[in-house]
């Protein structure tokens, strides 16, 4: 709780229009309506909130098997989370909730990450980056039935 009143108050509405913008711009990657960081109803022209347009995932890209991008802090951590779960490299065990390298058995995500993830972002956090996960989803799975359908 910050010690001055309303403070909270500003810091919760700041925090969530951070997060409403960069999931607005971070879904733009599968929209096919773009929303420009200017025409954003979440972006102030007195205090912006700024873009790094990154590939993302050091790890990825060295590796070479996958290539993201992302606009956001939130693209890259959504990109970060696919790539820990990766079902090549990594197991989901339901009676743990976690997944588990499948060569070493050593846990790769548990429960533990989520609750630290809850406490860093919070529930619109979060939300947010449901939000931006679904959309890669859908994504995803236009990609297969457009290939399925050549």
Same mark, same amino acid.
């Given at each position: 709780?910050?010690?001055?009143?309303?403070? !909270?108050?500003?810091?919760? +509405? +700041?925090?969530?229009?951070?997060?409403?913008?960069?999931?607005?711009? !971070?879904?733009? &990657? %599968?929209?096919?309506?773009?929303?420009?960081?200017?025409?954003?109803? %979440?972006?102030?022209?007195?205090?912006?909130? *700024?873009?790094?347009?990154?590939?993302?995932?050091s790890s990825a890209s060295?590796?070479?098997?996958?290539?993201?991008? #992302?606009? /956001?802090?939130?693209?890259?951590? #959504?990109?970060?989370?696919? &790539?820990?779960?990766?079902?090549?490299?990594?197991?989901?065990?339901?009676?743990?909730?976690?997944? %588990?390298? &499948?060569? /070493?058995?050593?846990? @790769?995500?548990?429960? +533990? %990450?989520?609750? @630290?993830?809850?406490?860093?972002?919070?529930? *619109?956090g979060l939300t947010s980056?449901?939000?931006?996960?679904?959309?890669?989803? #859908?994504?995803?799975?236009?990609?297969?039935?457009?290939?399925?359908i050549l």
């Amino acid at each position: 709780m910050l010690p001055w009143y309303g403070m !909270e108050q500003i810091f919760q +509405e +700041e925090f969530s229009r951070v997060f409403h913008f960069t999931t607005e711009q !971070e879904c733009n &990657l %599968y929209s096919k309506t773009k929303i420009l960081p200017f025409q954003s109803d %979440y972006q102030s022209k007195d205090i912006q909130i *700024p873009l790094n347009i990154l590939n993302s995932s050091s790890s990825a890209s060295a590796s070479g098997d996958l290539d993201f991008y #992302a606009v /956001t802090f939130l693209g890259r951590l #959504a990109n970060e989370l696919i &790539l820990l779960t990766d079902p090549k490299s990594t197991l989901f065990m339901m009676a743990t909730s976690s997944w %588990y390298d &499948l060569k /070493t058995h050593v846990p @790769i995500l548990t429960p +533990e %990450y989520f609750r @630290i993830m809850e406490n860093g972002l919070g529930v *619109p956090g979060l939300t947010s980056l449901d939000k931006v996960l679904s959309f890669m989803i #859908a994504d995803m799975l236009q990609v297969i039935n457009f290939a399925n359908i050549l």
